[in-house]
Every structure is written in structure tokens, then in C-alpha cells.
């Protein structure tokens, strides 16, 4: 009995000592990659902004799965691959917005940020994934590997974009 006891209280104790950390924790994480590109902030926006062309340099891109909506560009296009759906929900001159959300209804809001660099034939392509969490425990200690599970997929689709872009 006594062995039992003090087996729940530890149990209630490292329960209530994992919270007290996990709330020590961000509930916001920016998952955020940048790339330079030697060309002009147009066709870097046509390639990201046109859900058609992300088959040309969208890392996670499945042609045998991908399906596409009648209109590949502006709020409402959508790009669906496997269990994973891309929808455009804002169109800026300077941004583009989409949700990612995959089939377990997760969603994550994520924007690329088109910025000139005046006097350069460069501009800077910036990808941001915002991903917001509970409090609870375990979303808080899952949301340390975001950045491990997601950045190297945005890291390989932004040198995609740029070595396309620079060969032509």
C-alpha cells in the first residue's frame, strides 16, 4: 500500500511538474525561412502566388496525387496532394497567404513575404508557418519539433524556387 501511494503521488507530481514547464513555453511558434533570388519580384510572385506552377518547385509536390481547383490563383485556389490541402486565403502585391491543413484537420497558417531589395536585382522570398498551441502539455513539448519537422521541407522548396528561377 505504501509503495502504491507514493507511486500516485509521483505520478501527480511529475504530471503537475511537466504543466508547470510546459507553461513556461510560447503557445505561438514562427517556423520562418528565407531565400535571395537573383531575379525580379514578378516571377518570383507568379511562382508562388499560381498554385500550378508549385509543381515546379514545391519540395512536397506529388503529381499522382496532386488536384488542383478551375482556378489556380487568387483567394479560394486550392492545391491538394496526398492528405495535405493548400488554400489561398489573401493575395497581396506583397504577400501571399495560404492554409495548410492536413487530413487530421490540423491547420497552419503560413504567408510568403515578397521584399525588393531597391537598387539590386535581388529580392528576398520570406515563407512563415504560425503555429499556434493549447496549453496542454503535450502540444507545448510538440511544438519544440515544428521547426525540425517543417523547415527542412520549406528550406528545400525556396532553393527549388531559386535555382529555377536563376537558370532562366
Do not use: C
Amino acid at each position: 500500500m505504501r509503495f502504491l501511494k507514493l507511486g500516485i503521488i509521483s505520478v501527480v507530481f511529475f504530471a503537475l511538474l511537466l504543466t508547470g514547464i510546459s507553461l513556461l513555453l510560447p503557445s505561438t511558434i514562427f517556423i520562418s525561412r528565407a531565400v535571395d533570388i537573383n531575379a525580379q519580384v514578378d516571377s518570383v510572385y507568379v511562382n508562388v502566388s499560381n498554385l500550378a506552377n508549385w509543381r515546379n518547385w514545391y519540395a512536397d509536390y506529388d503529381s499522382s496525387t496532386a488536384g488542383l481547383t478551375a482556378a489556380t490563383t487568387g483567394v479560394g485556389a486550392t492545391l491538394t496532394m496526398q492528405k495535405v490541402t493548400v488554400k489561398i486565403v489573401e493575395v497581396k502585391p506583397e504577400k501571399v497567404k495560404a492554409v495548410w491543413q492536413n487530413g487530421n484537420n490540423l491547420q497552419l497558417p503560413g504567408e510568403f513575404n515578397f521584399i525588393s531589395q531597391p537598387g539590386s536585382t535581388q529580392m528576398t522570398l520570406q515563407w512563415i508557418f504560425t503555429h499556434k498551441v493549447k496549453w496542454y502539455p503535450w502540444q507545448k513539448f510538440a511544438s519544440i519539433i515544428s521547426d525540425k519537422a517543417i523547415g527542412p521541407t520549406m528550406e528545400k522548396s525556396l532553393e527549388n524556387l531559386k535555382n529555377n528561377l536563376e537558370k532562366s
